[in-house]
């Protein structure tokens, strides 16, 4: 690991930069901010990574070369001494770091592969209800027409007047009007077809949406058994690290903690194998070399 | 009054958030179903979610059934009847069968 600015440079796995009045912030944000885009050094030369995983990052002012940093990261990267931490999102973070193993995890995948083999058939019920009611509209329409002429017809026959100009007219509207009604009872009979293929479609959304929901409960069970997984390691790791916490601050039921964020999360950093370096502001360690030791992770204390 | 039914959990949240919205328009909520008023309203919530959510909203519009129409004579007499026999046991098929009511295919098979 190696922490640079453009007048300094600082590796290895314990660094201290709060000489340098370095903030914690800018530390996290140059970790978080992924690989370093040269042209935003102005030409200053880029370290080469030490390490095939590591990964240069940050802005023009301050530069840490490290492997990339994960979840854990998120959630306890940072340690200031106004934490605040969600104790249970970060043990599921710091349990996945370790590859913790959870028998529920065989029950997900499976859902989660049935889920992406559901094949929802697309059908345009749309496009066939216009054509029904336009056809419906249409035929409606010429319905008027045939009586209108039919009226004018029976009117002027009443008297004796010429009523072949009247036939004509009826004629040519009952031949239209059976030609839309063959028209409406085709778009008819195509709806209620797509209707049939549209009902088939949500069976398959149906089983889709009882795997989604699923799929969203094992991930809840899963996440349980994370935390229920690293809890007692948590309690023990809130011993260890400094703070006025202990175990006995360590409710009994997975989650159950209700002391003071910065010791959470030091625990939480002490029992994860995070990627990345945790950058620490809070002053709870002598120096770099004890946050090391008592965090087990590579660390960058800088100033708050 | 329509009926929305929703397919997906996008949808179905979509669902609930308009009936929590316009509760004046709701007649009844079933966890991804919905019946909302028969006005031009409740067409419009339906409609809003299936131009957002497409074929994972299917929307229907109902009207109440009055089993008092001729044309429902024949299933209205047979629920009747059936629903007050003896036995409890008795299946239908078995129940019409000796009795002037329509079997369950002939009722299939009748569309209304």
Same mark, same amino acid.
């Given at each position: 690991?190696?922490?640079?600015?453009?007048?300094?440079?600082?590796?290895?796995?314990?660094?201290?930069?709060?000489?340098?009045?370095?903030? !914690?912030?800018?530390?996290?944000?140059?970790?978080?901010?992924?690989?370093?885009?040269?042209?935003?050094?102005?030409?200053?030369?880029?370290?080469?990574?030490?390490?095939?995983?590591?990964?240069?990052?940050?802005?023009?002012?301050?530069?840490?070369?490290?492997?990339?940093?994960?979840?854990?990261? &998120?959630?306890? =990267?940072?340690?200031?001494?106004?934490?605040?931490?969600?104790?249970?999102?970060?043990?599921?973070? $710091?349990?996945?770091?370790?590859?913790?193993?959870?028998?529920?995890? #065989?029950?997900?995948?499976? !859902?989660?592969?049935?889920?992406?083999?559901?094949?929802?058939?697309?059908?345009?019920?749309?496009?066939?209800?216009?054509?029904?009611?336009?056809?419906?509209?249409? &035929?409606?329409?010429?319905?008027?027409?045939?009586?209108?002429?039919?009226?004018?017809?029976?009117?002027?026959?009443?008297?004796?007047?010429?009523?072949?100009?009247?036939?004509?007219?009826?004629?040519?509207?009952?031949?239209?009007?059976?030609?839309?009604?063959?028209?409406?009872?085709?778009?008819?009979?195509?709806?209620?077809?797509?209707?049939?293929?549209?009902?088939?479609?949500?069976?398959?959304?149906?089983?889709?949406?009882?795997?989604?929901?699923?799929?969203?409960?094992?991930?809840?069970?899963?996440?349980? $058994?994370?935390?229920?997984?690293?809890?007692?390691?948590?309690?023990? !790791?809130?011993?260890?690290?400094?703070?006025?916490?202990?175990?006995?601050?360590?409710?009994?039921? #997975? =989650? #159950?903690? &209700?002391?003071?964020?910065?010791?959470?999360?030091?625990?939480? !950093?002490?029992?994860?194998?995070?990627?990345?370096?945790?950058?620490?502001?809070?002053?709870?360690?002598?120096?770099?070399?004890?946050?090391?030791?008592?965090?087990?992770?590579?660390?960058?204390?800088?100033?708050? | 009054?329509?009926?929305?039914?929703?397919?997906?959990?996008?949808?179905?949240?979509?669902?609930?958030?308009?009936? /929590?919205?316009?509760?004046?328009?709701?007649?009844?909520?079933?966890? /991804?179903?919905?019946?909302?008023?028969?006005?031009?309203?409740?067409?419009?919530?339906?409609?809003?979610?299936?131009?957002?959510?497409?074929?994972?909203?299917?929307?229907?519009?109902?009207?109440?059934?009055?089993?008092?129409?001729?044309?429902?004579?024949?299933?209205?007499?047979?629920?009747?009847?059936?629903?007050?026999?003896?036995?409890?046991?008795?299946?239908?098929?078995?129940?019409?069968?000796?009795?002037?009511?329509?079997?369950?295919?002939?009722?299939?098979?009748?569309?209304?």
């Amino acid at each position: 690991m190696r922490v640079a600015t453009d007048d300094w440079s600082l590796s290895g796995e314990a660094v201290d930069c709060r000489e340098h009045g370095v903030p !914690a912030d800018a530390v996290a944000a140059a970790i978080a901010c992924g690989p370093l885009d040269a042209s935003a050094t102005n030409g200053t030369a880029v370290t080469t990574p030490t390490d095939a995983a590591d990964v240069t990052s940050g802005t023009a002012d301050v530069r840490v070369t490290c492997p990339p940093p994960g979840a854990v990261f &998120e959630h306890v =990267g940072v340690v200031r001494s106004d934490a605040s931490v969600d104790v249970r999102s970060a043990l599921v973070a $710091a349990a996945r770091s370790r590859d913790v193993a959870v028998e529920e995890r #065989a029950a997900l995948a499976s !859902a989660r592969a049935e889920l992406a083999a559901v094949e929802v058939p697309s059908v345009d019920v749309a496009a066939a209800r216009e054509r029904v009611a336009t056809a419906r509209e249409a &035929e409606a329409a010429v319905h008027a027409d045939v009586a209108a002429a039919r009226g004018m017809v029976a009117a002027r026959e009443e008297l004796d007047a010429d009523v072949d100009a009247g036939r004509e007219r009826l004629r040519t509207a009952v031949a239209t009007a059976s030609e839309r009604e063959t028209e409406r009872v085709a778009a008819e009979q195509a709806l209620s077809r797509a209707r049939e293929r549209a009902r088939e479609a949500r069976d398959a959304r149906s089983r889709r949406l009882e795997l989604e929901d699923r799929v969203g409960r094992l991930e809840r069970d899963v996440r349980g $058994a994370l935390v229920d997984a690293v809890w007692d390691a948590f309690a023990d !790791a809130v011993d260890a690290v400094p703070g006025d916490a202990t175990a006995g601050d360590v409710g009994e039921s #997975a =989650g #159950a903690y &209700e002391d003071d964020d910065v010791t959470a999360a030091l625990a939480v !950093a002490r029992i994860a194998n995070p990627a990345a370096p945790m950058v620490l502001a809070a002053d709870r360690f002598v120096d770099a070399e004890c946050a090391r030791e008592t965090l087990d992770a590579s660390v960058i204390l800088a100033t708050p | 009054m329509i009926l929305v039914v929703t397919f997906s959990r996008a949808a179905r949240q979509a669902l609930r958030n308009a009936c /929590r919205a316009h509760e004046d328009a709701v007649v009844r909520r079933f966890g /991804r179903a919905a019946l909302f008023e028969a006005t031009a309203f409740g067409a419009f919530l339906g409609l809003r979610l299936r131009e957002r959510h497409g074929g994972d909203v299917q929307v229907e519009r109902t009207e109440p059934l009055n089993e008092f129409v001729d044309e429902l004579a024949d299933p209205r007499d047979a629920a009747e009847a059936y629903e007050s026999r003896e036995s409890p046991s008795t299946p239908y098929a078995k129940f019409a069968a000796g009795r002037d009511l329509p079997s369950k295919a002939t009722m299939r098979d009748r569309e209304l």
